[in-house]
Protein backbone atom coordinates (compact mmCIF):
# COMPACT_ATOMS: atom_id res chain seq x y z
CA UNK A 1 0.00 0.00 0.00
CA UNK A 2 1.51 2.93 -1.39
CA UNK A 3 1.12 6.54 1.08
CA UNK A 4 2.02 9.32 2.48
CA UNK A 5 2.39 8.04 5.85
CA UNK A 6 6.04 8.98 7.90
CA UNK A 7 8.96 7.06 6.97
CA UNK A 8 10.20 4.23 9.65
CA UNK A 9 13.16 4.46 11.14
CA UNK A 10 15.18 1.23 10.50
CA UNK A 11 16.70 -0.24 14.04
CA UNK A 12 20.10 1.22 15.08
CA UNK A 13 21.69 -1.41 17.87
CA UNK A 14 23.78 0.20 20.53
CA UNK A 15 26.96 -0.52 20.72
CA UNK A 16 29.47 0.20 23.29
CA UNK A 17 30.44 3.85 22.37
CA UNK A 18 26.74 5.21 21.67
CA UNK A 19 26.00 3.73 25.49
CA UNK A 20 29.48 5.51 26.45
CA UNK A 21 27.57 8.66 25.03
CA UNK A 22 24.75 8.36 27.13
CA UNK A 23 27.04 8.11 30.12
CA UNK A 24 28.87 11.22 29.41
CA UNK A 25 25.80 13.16 28.56
CA UNK A 26 24.29 11.79 31.71
CA UNK A 27 27.99 13.02 33.21
CA UNK A 28 27.28 16.63 31.72
CA UNK A 29 24.05 17.17 32.64
CA UNK A 30 25.10 19.46 35.22
CA UNK A 31 27.75 21.09 32.92
CA UNK A 32 30.78 19.28 35.31
CA UNK A 33 32.38 16.06 35.40
CA UNK A 34 32.94 15.44 39.41
CA UNK A 35 35.66 13.13 41.55
CA UNK A 36 32.52 10.44 41.81
CA UNK A 37 31.84 10.14 38.12
CA UNK A 38 35.74 10.31 37.32
CA UNK A 39 35.89 6.71 39.60
CA UNK A 40 32.45 5.44 37.70
CA UNK A 41 33.75 6.22 34.12
CA UNK A 42 37.08 4.50 34.61
CA UNK A 43 35.12 1.36 35.79
CA UNK A 44 33.27 1.81 32.89
CA UNK A 45 35.47 2.07 30.33
CA UNK A 46 37.18 -0.84 31.96
CA UNK A 47 34.52 -3.04 31.68
CA UNK A 48 33.85 -1.87 27.84
CA UNK A 49 37.61 -2.13 27.01
CA UNK A 50 37.35 1.11 25.53
CA UNK A 51 41.18 2.70 25.03
CA UNK A 52 41.58 6.46 26.68
CA UNK A 53 41.84 8.13 23.24
CA UNK A 54 38.48 6.87 22.26
CA UNK A 55 37.02 7.26 25.10
CA UNK A 56 38.19 11.72 24.52
CA UNK A 57 36.80 11.04 21.13
CA UNK A 58 33.47 9.87 23.04
CA UNK A 59 33.45 12.62 24.94
CA UNK A 60 34.30 15.40 22.77
CA UNK A 61 32.00 14.40 20.32
CA UNK A 62 29.23 14.81 23.55
CA UNK A 63 30.20 17.66 24.17
CA UNK A 64 30.12 19.39 20.82
CA UNK A 65 26.81 18.23 20.33
CA UNK A 66 25.65 19.95 23.66
CA UNK A 67 27.14 23.14 22.61
CA UNK A 68 25.28 22.94 18.95
CA UNK A 69 21.88 21.86 20.84
CA UNK A 70 22.35 24.28 23.88
CA UNK A 71 20.46 21.90 25.82
CA UNK A 72 19.51 23.11 29.26
CA UNK A 73 21.59 21.96 32.05
CA UNK A 74 19.85 20.17 34.60
CA UNK A 75 19.97 21.05 38.47
CA UNK A 76 23.65 20.84 39.99
CA UNK A 77 21.87 19.05 42.76
CA UNK A 78 21.36 15.93 41.10
CA UNK A 79 25.37 14.89 42.07
CA UNK A 80 26.93 11.12 41.91
CA UNK A 81 29.14 11.94 45.07
CA UNK A 82 26.06 13.67 47.18
CA UNK A 83 22.60 11.53 45.58
CA UNK A 84 24.33 8.28 44.87
CA UNK A 85 20.77 6.77 44.38
CA UNK A 86 19.15 8.62 42.60
CA UNK A 87 21.93 9.34 39.99
CA UNK A 88 22.68 5.61 39.46
CA UNK A 89 18.75 5.60 38.89
CA UNK A 90 18.71 8.18 36.30
CA UNK A 91 21.78 6.98 34.95
CA UNK A 92 20.57 3.14 34.16
CA UNK A 93 17.33 4.63 33.04
CA UNK A 94 19.07 6.75 30.22
CA UNK A 95 20.83 3.63 29.04
CA UNK A 96 18.03 1.34 28.95
CA UNK A 97 15.69 3.63 27.67
CA UNK A 98 18.65 4.51 24.45
CA UNK A 99 18.53 0.98 24.04
CA UNK A 100 15.08 0.77 24.29
CA UNK A 101 13.71 2.84 22.09
CA UNK A 102 16.66 2.22 19.31
CA UNK A 103 14.66 -1.36 18.11
CA UNK A 104 14.71 -4.58 20.09
CA UNK A 105 17.33 -5.32 22.61
CA UNK A 106 19.99 -7.88 21.10
CA UNK A 107 21.79 -10.25 22.92
CA UNK A 108 24.97 -8.35 23.10
CA UNK A 109 23.04 -5.16 24.31
CA UNK A 110 21.22 -7.49 26.99
CA UNK A 111 25.84 -8.67 27.69
CA UNK A 112 26.43 -4.73 28.18
CA UNK A 113 23.26 -3.91 30.31
CA UNK A 114 24.53 -6.55 32.65
CA UNK A 115 28.09 -5.31 32.46
CA UNK A 116 26.30 -1.96 33.50
CA UNK A 117 24.27 -3.06 36.08
CA UNK A 118 26.76 -4.73 37.84
CA UNK A 119 29.31 -1.98 37.30
CA UNK A 120 26.71 0.89 38.59
CA UNK A 121 25.56 -1.10 41.39
CA UNK A 122 21.97 -1.81 40.30
CA UNK A 123 19.98 -3.64 43.06
CA UNK A 124 16.69 -5.52 42.17
CA UNK A 125 13.91 -2.75 43.65
CA UNK A 126 16.26 0.01 41.59
CA UNK A 127 15.89 -2.18 38.65
CA UNK A 128 12.42 -2.01 38.61
CA UNK A 129 12.07 1.65 39.77
CA UNK A 130 14.19 2.05 36.32
CA UNK A 131 12.11 -0.09 33.78
CA UNK A 132 9.34 1.99 35.30
CA UNK A 133 10.97 5.56 34.68
CA UNK A 134 11.64 3.93 31.34
CA UNK A 135 8.32 3.09 30.50
CA UNK A 136 6.75 6.37 31.21
CA UNK A 137 9.37 7.94 29.47
CA UNK A 138 8.56 5.74 26.39
CA UNK A 139 4.79 6.62 26.39
CA UNK A 140 5.79 10.29 26.62
CA UNK A 141 7.79 10.16 23.38
CA UNK A 142 4.54 7.63 21.88
CA UNK A 143 2.61 10.55 22.06
CA UNK A 144 4.79 13.36 21.10
CA UNK A 145 5.66 11.01 17.88
CA UNK A 146 1.59 10.75 17.34
CA UNK A 147 1.30 14.69 17.47
CA UNK A 148 4.20 14.45 14.80
CA UNK A 149 2.44 12.45 12.94
CA UNK A 150 4.68 9.72 13.42
CA UNK A 151 2.25 7.13 13.75
CA UNK A 152 4.09 4.14 13.27
CA UNK A 153 6.91 4.95 15.48
CA UNK A 154 4.43 5.61 17.75
CA UNK A 155 2.63 2.53 17.89
CA UNK A 156 6.11 0.65 18.17
CA UNK A 157 6.98 2.53 21.05
CA UNK A 158 3.55 1.76 23.03
CA UNK A 159 3.24 -1.79 22.01
CA UNK A 160 6.72 -2.25 23.84
CA UNK A 161 5.48 -0.53 27.06
CA UNK A 162 3.27 -2.70 29.25
CA UNK A 163 0.06 -0.74 30.80
CA UNK A 164 0.67 -1.96 34.06
CA UNK A 165 2.54 1.44 35.06
CA UNK A 166 -0.25 4.08 33.30
CA UNK A 167 -4.04 4.47 34.06
CA UNK A 168 -5.31 2.08 31.61
CA UNK A 169 -7.79 4.35 30.34
CA UNK A 170 -5.02 6.83 29.21
CA UNK A 171 -2.89 3.78 27.93
CA UNK A 172 -5.84 1.92 25.46
CA UNK A 173 -7.04 5.76 24.36
CA UNK A 174 -3.57 6.58 23.68
CA UNK A 175 -3.31 3.04 21.35
CA UNK A 176 -6.49 3.94 19.89
CA UNK A 177 -5.64 7.64 18.71
CA UNK A 178 -2.56 6.49 16.85
CA UNK A 179 -4.37 3.52 15.40
CA UNK A 180 -6.94 5.66 14.39
CA UNK A 181 -4.68 8.64 13.17
CA UNK A 182 -2.58 6.11 11.11
CA UNK A 183 -5.38 5.06 9.34
CA UNK A 184 -7.10 8.16 8.33
CA UNK A 185 -3.46 8.91 7.05
CA UNK A 186 -3.22 6.33 5.32
CA UNK A 187 -6.82 6.91 4.33
CA UNK A 188 -7.53 2.73 4.85
CA UNK A 189 -10.73 1.04 4.43
CA UNK A 190 -13.34 0.90 7.08
CA UNK A 191 -12.64 -1.72 10.06
CA UNK A 192 -8.98 -1.44 9.32
CA UNK A 193 -8.09 0.30 11.84
CA UNK A 194 -10.48 -1.52 14.35
CA UNK A 195 -8.44 -5.00 12.81
CA UNK A 196 -4.94 -3.33 13.86
CA UNK A 197 -6.06 -2.41 16.93
CA UNK A 198 -7.44 -5.82 17.62
CA UNK A 199 -3.94 -7.67 15.95
CA UNK A 200 -1.57 -5.58 18.49
CA UNK A 201 -3.66 -4.87 21.48
CA UNK A 202 -6.39 -7.87 21.53
CA UNK A 203 -4.13 -9.96 24.09
CA UNK A 204 -5.20 -7.69 27.13
CA UNK A 205 -8.70 -9.00 26.79
CA UNK A 206 -8.18 -11.79 28.42
CA UNK A 207 -7.13 -9.61 31.74
CA UNK A 208 -9.66 -8.48 34.11
CA UNK A 209 -7.53 -5.46 34.74
CA UNK A 210 -7.49 -4.11 30.73
CA UNK A 211 -10.48 -6.28 29.54
CA UNK A 212 -12.92 -3.21 29.61
CA UNK A 213 -10.91 -0.18 28.30
CA UNK A 214 -9.44 -2.58 25.46
CA UNK A 215 -12.96 -3.46 24.25
CA UNK A 216 -14.29 0.02 24.86
CA UNK A 217 -11.47 1.83 22.62
CA UNK A 218 -11.66 -1.09 19.79
CA UNK A 219 -15.61 -0.89 19.80
CA UNK A 220 -14.41 2.80 18.85
CA UNK A 221 -12.99 1.77 15.71
CA UNK A 222 -15.30 -0.48 13.90
CA UNK A 223 -16.80 1.19 11.26
CA UNK A 224 -20.22 3.23 11.74
CA UNK A 225 -21.99 1.48 9.43
CA UNK A 226 -21.91 -1.80 11.30
CA UNK A 227 -23.83 -1.24 13.98
CA UNK A 228 -24.55 -4.59 15.03
CA UNK A 229 -20.64 -5.43 15.72
CA UNK A 230 -20.71 -2.27 18.00
CA UNK A 231 -23.26 -2.44 19.61
CA UNK A 232 -22.21 -6.21 20.44
CA UNK A 233 -18.78 -4.90 21.44
CA UNK A 234 -20.43 -2.08 23.65
CA UNK A 235 -22.65 -4.48 25.73
CA UNK A 236 -19.64 -6.47 25.63
CA UNK A 237 -17.61 -4.30 27.25
CA UNK A 238 -20.46 -3.04 29.98
CA UNK A 239 -19.93 -6.57 30.98
CA UNK A 240 -16.77 -6.23 31.88
CA UNK A 241 -16.86 -3.10 33.49
CA UNK A 242 -15.17 -2.96 36.77
CA UNK A 243 -16.72 0.11 38.33
CA UNK A 244 -18.76 3.25 37.80
CA UNK A 245 -16.50 5.04 35.75
CA UNK A 246 -16.32 2.29 33.07
CA UNK A 247 -20.15 1.44 33.28
CA UNK A 248 -20.80 5.55 31.99
CA UNK A 249 -18.05 5.25 29.62
CA UNK A 250 -19.86 1.93 28.31
CA UNK A 251 -23.27 3.14 28.68
CA UNK A 252 -22.62 6.59 27.25
CA UNK A 253 -21.06 4.99 23.96
CA UNK A 254 -23.67 2.71 24.04
CA UNK A 255 -26.42 5.36 24.09
CA UNK A 256 -24.20 7.44 21.04
CA UNK A 257 -24.82 4.59 19.18
CA UNK A 258 -28.60 4.00 19.58
CA UNK A 259 -28.93 8.07 19.26
CA UNK A 260 -26.83 7.96 15.87
CA UNK A 261 -29.00 5.21 14.52
CA UNK A 262 -32.15 6.87 15.20
CA UNK A 263 -32.98 4.36 18.13
CA UNK A 264 -34.08 7.12 20.17
CA UNK A 265 -35.79 5.14 23.03
CA UNK A 266 -32.90 2.76 23.49
CA UNK A 267 -30.84 5.77 23.47
CA UNK A 268 -33.10 7.53 26.33
CA UNK A 269 -32.89 4.73 28.42
CA UNK A 270 -28.71 4.38 28.30
CA UNK A 271 -28.66 8.17 28.77
CA UNK A 272 -30.50 7.71 31.67
CA UNK A 273 -28.56 4.58 33.19
CA UNK A 274 -25.48 6.73 32.41
CA UNK A 275 -26.98 9.83 34.34
CA UNK A 276 -27.60 7.93 37.61
CA UNK A 277 -24.03 7.13 37.42
CA UNK A 278 -23.04 11.06 36.91
CA UNK A 279 -25.69 12.92 37.06
CA UNK A 280 -23.30 16.45 36.60
CA UNK A 281 -21.95 15.47 33.49
CA UNK A 282 -23.73 17.63 30.56
CA UNK A 283 -23.64 15.63 27.87
CA UNK A 284 -25.87 13.43 28.79
CA UNK A 285 -28.74 16.02 29.46
CA UNK A 286 -28.02 17.62 26.30
CA UNK A 287 -28.33 14.22 24.43
CA UNK A 288 -31.56 13.41 26.43
CA UNK A 289 -32.96 16.63 25.49
CA UNK A 290 -32.09 15.63 21.69
CA UNK A 291 -33.91 12.69 21.46
CA UNK A 292 -36.55 13.77 23.15
CA UNK A 293 -36.96 16.31 20.95
CA UNK A 294 -36.60 13.54 17.49
CA UNK A 295 -39.56 11.83 19.62
CA UNK A 296 -41.39 15.01 19.33
CA UNK A 297 -42.06 14.76 23.03
CA UNK A 298 -41.71 18.39 23.44
CA UNK A 299 -43.34 18.82 26.88
CA UNK A 300 -40.90 15.94 28.49
CA UNK A 301 -38.18 17.62 26.90
CA UNK A 302 -39.26 21.09 28.20
CA UNK A 303 -39.21 19.44 31.94
CA UNK A 304 -36.14 17.98 31.50
CA UNK A 305 -34.23 20.97 29.79
CA UNK A 306 -35.79 23.19 32.68
CA UNK A 307 -34.23 21.22 34.90
CA UNK A 308 -30.50 20.91 33.55
CA UNK A 309 -30.42 24.12 33.00
CA UNK A 310 -30.77 24.76 36.33
CA UNK A 311 -27.49 22.66 37.00
CA UNK A 312 -25.70 23.63 33.98
CA UNK A 313 -26.88 27.71 33.07
CA UNK A 314 -24.42 28.02 31.29
CA UNK A 315 -24.43 25.19 28.94
CA UNK A 316 -24.72 26.38 25.48
CA UNK A 317 -25.99 23.01 23.61
CA UNK A 318 -28.86 22.47 26.61
CA UNK A 319 -29.90 26.41 25.90
CA UNK A 320 -30.41 25.95 22.61
CA UNK A 321 -32.36 22.52 22.61
CA UNK A 322 -34.63 24.35 25.67
CA UNK A 323 -34.93 26.66 22.74
CA UNK A 324 -36.08 24.01 20.03
CA UNK A 325 -38.38 22.89 22.97
CA UNK A 326 -40.56 26.26 23.47
CA UNK A 327 -40.54 27.30 20.21
CA UNK A 328 -42.22 24.10 19.58
CA UNK A 329 -44.94 24.76 22.23
CA UNK A 330 -44.98 28.40 20.77
CA UNK A 331 -44.04 29.83 23.66
CA UNK A 332 -41.63 32.01 21.80
CA UNK A 333 -40.72 34.77 23.77
CA UNK A 334 -39.03 32.35 26.01
CA UNK A 335 -37.14 30.43 23.07
CA UNK A 336 -35.82 33.69 22.16
CA UNK A 337 -34.40 34.22 25.41
CA UNK A 338 -32.53 30.89 25.11
CA UNK A 339 -30.94 30.93 22.26
CA UNK A 340 -29.98 34.46 23.01
CA UNK A 341 -28.57 32.91 26.31
CA UNK A 342 -26.88 30.41 24.39
CA UNK A 343 -25.87 32.69 21.77
CA UNK A 344 -23.63 34.50 24.92
CA UNK A 345 -21.99 31.37 26.12
CA UNK A 346 -20.96 30.75 22.86
CA UNK A 347 -21.30 33.76 20.22
CA UNK A 348 -19.97 31.91 17.20
CA UNK A 349 -22.69 29.17 17.90
CA UNK A 350 -24.13 28.25 14.58
CA UNK A 351 -27.29 26.44 15.22
CA UNK A 352 -28.40 29.01 18.19
CA UNK A 353 -27.95 31.71 15.78
CA UNK A 354 -29.96 30.22 13.12
CA UNK A 355 -32.64 29.17 15.25
CA UNK A 356 -33.00 32.49 16.70
CA UNK A 357 -33.10 33.82 12.80
CA UNK A 358 -35.67 31.45 12.03
CA UNK A 359 -37.75 32.23 15.10
CA UNK A 360 -37.83 35.93 14.40
CA UNK A 361 -39.01 35.02 11.22
CA UNK A 362 -41.83 32.73 12.31
CA UNK A 363 -42.39 35.21 14.22
CA UNK A 364 -43.00 38.09 12.19
CA UNK A 365 -39.79 40.74 13.55
CA UNK A 366 -38.39 41.60 10.48
CA UNK A 367 -35.74 43.98 12.25
CA UNK A 368 -34.54 41.47 14.66
CA UNK A 369 -34.14 38.75 12.09
CA UNK A 370 -32.21 40.62 9.59
CA UNK A 371 -29.90 41.86 12.75
CA UNK A 372 -29.33 37.90 13.40
CA UNK A 373 -29.05 37.02 10.05
CA UNK A 374 -26.18 40.05 9.36
CA UNK A 375 -24.36 38.53 11.76
CA UNK A 376 -24.36 35.27 10.91
CA UNK A 377 -23.46 36.23 7.55
CA UNK A 378 -20.58 38.41 9.03
CA UNK A 379 -19.59 35.05 11.14
CA UNK A 380 -19.95 32.15 8.58
CA UNK A 381 -19.57 33.61 4.70
CA UNK A 382 -21.43 32.10 1.91
CA UNK A 383 -23.57 29.41 3.93
CA UNK A 384 -26.42 28.72 1.84
CA UNK A 385 -28.55 28.22 4.24
CA UNK A 386 -28.06 31.82 5.64
CA UNK A 387 -28.70 33.18 2.50
CA UNK A 388 -31.93 31.12 2.11
CA UNK A 389 -33.33 32.98 5.09
CA UNK A 390 -32.55 36.05 4.08
CA UNK A 391 -34.02 35.68 1.10
CA UNK A 392 -37.07 34.97 2.79
CA UNK A 393 -37.37 37.54 5.48
CA UNK A 394 -36.50 40.37 2.12
CA UNK A 395 -39.20 38.51 0.00
CA UNK A 396 -41.43 41.55 -1.10
CA UNK A 397 -45.30 41.02 0.18
Known sequence: MNSNEDNVKK?????????????????????RIDYAEK???TKLRDAFELSDSKSSQILKEVVESIKKTE???????LRLSENKREYRKKLYSDILFSLYVSGSVTP??????????????????????CHAEVDKKMFALAVQLTDEKKYTEALGLIKKVPPANFDACEYFKTAFRIVSARHENLKSPAGAAASEFEEKFSSFSASNKYAFWYGLFHSRLLPDS???????????????????????AALFDLAMLYHMSSKFEEALKRYDEAGKISSGDPDVAVNMVSCLLSLKKYEDAETLSREMAAKFPRNHMLLNNMGIALS?????DESAQCFEKAISAMPDFYDARLNLAELYISMGVRESALKEIGELEKRFPGDPAISRLNSRVRKPK
Open 11 to 31: EKHLGRYDIMRVVFERFLADG
Open 39 to 41: ELY
Open 71 to 77: SVKESAE
Open 108 to 129: EENDLISKISGVIGVEEDLEQE
Open 226 to 248: DFIARESALLKALESAPGGREKF
Open 328 to 332: KLNKN
